[in-house]
Structure formats: C-alpha cells, structure tokens
C-alpha cells in the first residue's frame, strides 16, 4: 500500500491509516485490508477521497 | 494562449471504469491539450491501461502522457503503451510530438525519468554494478529528455515527467525518499535545453510548486496534491491575468 501513497502507523494502539485514492469503494476496501491482517485490532480509517471535480481556478505560467 | 491541463498519478484500476471521464466531457471548454504524468494505472496491467484507454477514447482535446513507475510493475509497459496508443494516446518515453494549436505550435518532450537524488544528497555512479546501472539510468533518462526538448522547435515547450527535477515539489514527502522520488539530472537537462513548463507526478504529499535553478516552472501534477481531476495552467500568453483562449 505503500506504493500508491497509503500508510498505516499505530497511534494509541490504533491501526491509523491514512493517504489518498480515487473512489470511496476503494477507501473502504483498504479498511477492510487492514482490518482483516491485524484482527481484533482497532482501526482508524482517515484515508481521503480525492475530489475528482473539474478544476475551479487556472494559472498563467507566462 | 494555450490552456493546458495536466494530472499525474490517476492509478486506474479494473474497478475505475466511468470514474474519470465524467470530469472530462467538457475539457475542451477549458483547456486544449491534456498531458499525463505517468502512474496511469495501479500496477501495470494492460487491462487497467483498456479501462484508462476506455475513459480518454475520443476525448476532445490531444492526450500525451508518460508512463509511471506503476505502469512498469507487471513487466507488461510495452503492452500498456500499445493499449494506448490504440485508443490514439500520445505515450512519450525518450521522444517528442509537435502540436498545432489555435496557431501556436506546443512542443511536449517525455520521459518517465528516475529517482537519484538532489545536490548534497544524491547517488554516484560508482561501485557495485547494481549503484552504476541505477544512476546510470536516471542519467540516460535525463539526457534523452534534454535531446528531445531541444530538438523542439515551437512556440511553446513543455517537459513531462513522471519523476521530480527538483525537491521543491516533494516537500511534503518524508526527507529520507526524496532520492526516490527524482533526480537533479532531469532539471539540469530542461536548463541545458530550455522549457516553458516542466510538469510531474509521483509525489503524492508534496507540494505543488516549484522551480528550475535555472527558473523553469515545476509543477507536481499528482492527483493527490491537486485534489481535483486536472489543473489549468496557461502559457504563450501576453502575461494577462486571463487565461482565455485564442
């Protein structure tokens, strides 16, 4: 999971896992990943959604 | 005034189908070409490279991307860029395409590149075989980006990268990856040779913006940092704040 940007850290005993992907069935699929190689761990899924909108600003680079 | 929008990092999968192109419909509205900075798909898989292929089929703007480290994973990149060339992607690894746009002419030159490290903190080519053949790859990377964009002769030119030319970009991203995640070899080449923009993915928590020691604007597209499905950025223009089109 490293590789496309997600970790996962113990913080207060907790499972923290965090990073961005593209769609919630994917967030959630990590959870359960993660859920399911440590049982009976808790675990804290702040993995992002990222917002696939069109963008609302532009920039002039010259 | 070319409006050129770019995203790097989309890492598609089998599952990504309808996701992405309903951002996309109205991209000739706001931008006139769409350049990709390589990680198109999760691991490499050519059938994720038919769903990407599936989602930018047809699109109303010219696509030219690059591959990502990712898009290597199964062994399979010859077939993922033939996947997409199929579907009338433009895939650059050590080359150049010329467009004709609005009557201005855009040069983009591609490469994947690789990782190596910054000034200070960077690997040599030397000792073990494994060191030399690492370095010595980022560095023919590097030089067949800086022969190709010379080789441009447009109005406009444009480097695309997957790996980053310079640390700026990375901050965000743990200290002790940053030889992972690009080399100065590929900033050296787009000074040595000259751009108007230089544009990268694969740092997904590092920071948007940066800049050649030589002053060329860097810009890390990786979807994670934009969190949008593309961003604008406007060159060949009269310095306007606008970034209207021709």
Not at chain 2, 63 to 71: A, E, F, P, S
Request: hydrophobic share 40%; aromatic share 4%; charged share 20%.
């Amino acid at each position: 999971m490293n590789e496309l940007g997600v970790h996962v850290r113990v913080v207060n005993g907790a499972l923290l896992v965090t990073g961005d992907v593209p769609t919630e069935e994917r967030r959630q699929a990590i959870g359960d990943v993660v859920a399911e190689l440590a049982p009976g761990a808790e675990v804290r899924n702040n993995v992002s959604v990222t917002d696939l909108s069109a963008p609302v600003d532009q920039e002039v680079v010259s | 005034m070319i409006r050129v929008a770019a995203v790097g990092d989309i890492h598609l999968g089998a599952d990504s189908a309808g996701t992405l192109r309903p951002h996309l419909d109205d991209l000739d509205e706001r931008a006139d070409l769409l350049c990709i900075a390589g990680d198109l798909t999760r691991h490499g898989d050519p059938q994720e490279a038919a769903v990407l292929a599936d989602e930018l089929a047809g699109l109303p703007v010219p696509v030219v991307c690059v591959l990502g480290n990712h898009d290597y994973h199964s062994d399979c990149e010859d077939l993922v860029r033939k996947v997409l060339e199929e579907a009338e992607l433009t895939v650059l690894e050590g080359e150049r395409v010329t467009l004709e746009i609005n009557g201005t002419s855009v040069g983009v030159a591609g490469t994947k590149g690789f990782g190596g490290g910054f000034p200070g903190a960077a690997g040599s080519d030397f000792g073990e075989p494994e060191m030399k053949a690492f370095v010595r790859h980022s560095k023919n990377l590097a030089a067949a980006l800086q022969t190709q964009l010379a080789a441009l002769d447009t109005d406009v030119r444009i480097a695309l990268t997957h790996f980053s030319p310079v640390e700026e970009t990375l901050r965000g991203e743990r200290l002790e990856i940053w030889p992972f995640l690009g080399a100065y070899y590929l900033a050296e080449a787009i000074d040595t040779a000259g751009a108007d923009l230089a544009l990268h993915g694969h740092a997904h928590a590092g920071s948007e913006k940066g800049v050649t020691p030589g002053g060329v604007p860097v810009r890390n597209v990786a979807q994670p940092v934009l969190q949008h499905a593309y961003k604008v950025y406007c060159l060949g223009g009269d310095g306007a704040d606008s970034c209207e089109s021709v």
